[in-house]
Every structure is written in C-alpha cells, then in structure tokens.
C-alpha cells in the first residue's frame, strides 16, 4: 500500500504541469487579454475626452503606440512563445511566486490569501454540516425504509436537490433578508465588528452565515443523504449480515457492527474530492450574499482577465483535487481493510 501512495504522490507532478499548461496556452491564445482590455479602456478615455473637449469623439480615440505595446507585452509575458512563457511562470510557481495581479497591481498571493478565512470558514462548516447530518439521517431512512418518516424526508431531500444553489440562495436572501429583516442582506461581517467582544464576533460570524451555509448544503446533502441510505441499504440485504441476524445477532448490532462500515466506503471515496470545495466554494453565492471569499475573486479574475490570478487559484485547486485523490483512496483503505492497492485488488 505504501509503494501505491509513493507511486500516486508522484503522478501529481506531470498531471499538475499537464493541467496548468494547457490554461496557460489558453490564456495566452484567447482573445481580450489584459493588453487588449487596457487598449480599449484607454480608447474609451480618449472618446471622453474629446467628446468632452470638441463635441465629437472622432479625436482621442487613438490606442497606445506600438512601443507602449511592446512594453507591455514583454512587462506581462505576451512577448515570448507559449512554451518559453509556461517555463518561466513554472520556474516562479517552483519558487512560490504566483505572479502581480494585473487588476489589483498586488502579488496574487497576497490577493489569494485573503480570502482564504471566508471560504474555508464556510467550506469547513459545509462539510461538518452535510456529514454529521447527513450519515445519521441515511442510516434512519435505510433502516425505516417506505415509511412516512422515509417518504417525508426524501421529499424535501429531493426538493433541495433540484433547486440550484443560487436559487435557494435568492430565495432565502429575499424572504429572510429582505422582507422579514431576520437576517443581514449582505456581507461576511457586520461593519462595527471591530469593535465586538470575543463572543460577539462569533455570534456576528454565525448571524451572518446561517443564510450563506443553507444555500450551500442544498445540493450536497441530498447527494450525501441518498448516497449513505442506498448504501446502507445494499449491505443491508447482503448475506453476511442476513447470516449474522439468523444466527441470533440483534438486527441493531448487525447494523453498526458490521453494515455500517462497509456501507462509508461510497461516502470516503468522495471524502477527498470535498477538499477543494472548502477553498474554492461558490461564486454565485458568494456574490449574491456579497461574500468576497475564493469563488468570487476566480470569477471576478476571469471575466477581467487577470490571468496571474486565475493561474494562482488554478496552482491551488489542482494541487487540493489530487491531494484529495488519495486522501480519498486512504480513507477507502481504512473504512474498507480489504482494499489491497498495492495488488491491483482487493481481497474478499
């Protein structure tokens, strides 16, 4: 087992630079870039201008010269072929250098790092959330399966399912937020937070999160319920645990001592996966609750082309998916023994 994980911690190397090179020729074969953003701007200036000085915007709207170009082409990189530029922004990433953000004129770490508190806040919560409800309430509909309690639930597990996010999200802010006045419109914090106590602050923290976190669990408790009640449900119709209740074991021992196990193996297997979703979040609800956490800054950073921040947010989402690869594969072995990696199978 120990040579499959060495083996696994060495592919993420080539499948890191495999990822990053091809979103870094994107970014340098797509049009609208940086340089083309600040050329229409300084166009759009020089129409104000002289529409503001002659009536007209026929002067002014000249673009930069060729020599202000070329400088700004070799300032951000565009001068050199795909290749040559991915070395040199590979050989800075080596060295921990994400990069200046084009649009902050700040190095994307630092841009990064502070919205890290709010995303893995709101990550780290989801996630506790969604499993210390989630399993228990699976584990309940497996065992009282088709009755009223099991159809009741599902109907509102499956009614949160097939609302999108953003919509639960909308919904809750209008009706919450905006009618009743229950809860704050918008923010991470309130504006005197400063000035709170120890214990003001987390309840501000939680005033502010009750909204945000159950637009969040609305898609991602279904899938966790549903998947932990049918597991549960197949071990539960196996034949060791239908042998282990015919030779006398009380059906609830034979739940938790030998079908509860097997039946995390669905669930551990998408564990790791989790990992990113604490950083990267949700920029939709983010940006309806106006939370300036990770999500928003990658979707803010790719509609205004900021290309060293969205190299910088790709740097750390991929590094967390394949982290979070095998800490899924570890946490598949230790729920499941008879997972035998180094072999190719397992042993039954």
């Known amino acids: 087992m120990t040579s499959y994980f060495i083996r696994r911690f060495l592919l993420i190397v080539p499948t890191f630079i495999g990822v990053t090179i091809l979103v870094f020729a994107v970014t340098r074969l797509v ?15 020089g129409s104000d201008v002289a529409a503001s ?6 002067h002014g709207a000249s673009s930069l010269s060729d020599a202000q170009i070329d400088q700004l082409k070799a300032y951000y990189g565009f001068d050199k072929p795909v290749i040559v530029g991915y070395a040199e922004w590979l050989g800075k990433v080596v060295r921990l250098d994400l990069g200046t953000s084009t649009r902050y004129s700040e190095p994307v770490w630092d841009t990064i790092k502070d919205r890290f508190p709010i995303s893995i806040f709101y990550g780290i919560t989801t996630l506790i959330l969604t499993y210390s409800v989630c399993i228990p309430l699976g584990i309940v509909k497996a065992i009282r399966h088709k009755t009223t309690f099991d159809n009741l639930t599902s109907a509102v597990v499956f009614f949160g399912y097939a609302i999108p996010g953003y919509v639960v999200a909308i919904a809750l802010l209008t009706v919450f937020a905006g009618n009743l006045g229950w809860f704050p419109l918008s923010g991470f914090v309130s504006d005197d937070f400063d000035d709170l106590g120890t214990l003001g602050k987390a309840a501000d923290v939680a005033y502010h999160a009750v909204l945000p976190l159950i637009a969040y669990l609305a898609g991602s408790f279904a899938v966790t319920t549903m998947l932990m009640k049918n597991s549960l449900m197949d071990n539960l119709a196996a034949e060791y645990v239908r042998t282990a209740i015919a030779k006398g074991m009380a059906f609830r021992r034979a739940v938790f001592a030998h ?3 097997n039946s995390l193996v669905p669930i551990a297997t998408s564990f790791g996966n989790n ?11 983010e940006q309806i ?9 990658g979707w803010e950073s ?3 082309r900021d290309y060293p921040v969205v190299m910088g ?28 990696f180094g072999s190719g199978e397992s042993s039954q």
């Open 275 to 285: 990992i990113t979703l604490i950083v990267t979040g949700s920029f939709l609800i």
């Open 302 to 304: 790719l509609v205004e």
């Open 259 to 261: 079908a509860f196990r």
């Open 31 to 45: 049009p609208g870039g940086p340089i083309e953003r600040m050329l229409q701007e300084a166009a759009m200036a």
């Open 289 to 297: 609750f106006n939370i300036d956490g990770f999500g928003l800054l």
């Open 313 to 340: 947010i790709l740097v750390i989402s991929s590094i967390l998916f394949m982290v979070g690869n095998i800490l899924s594969d570890i946490c598949v072995a230790f729920v499941d023994p008879r997972v035998k």
């Open 53 to 58: 000085t002659s009536g007209f915007a026929g």
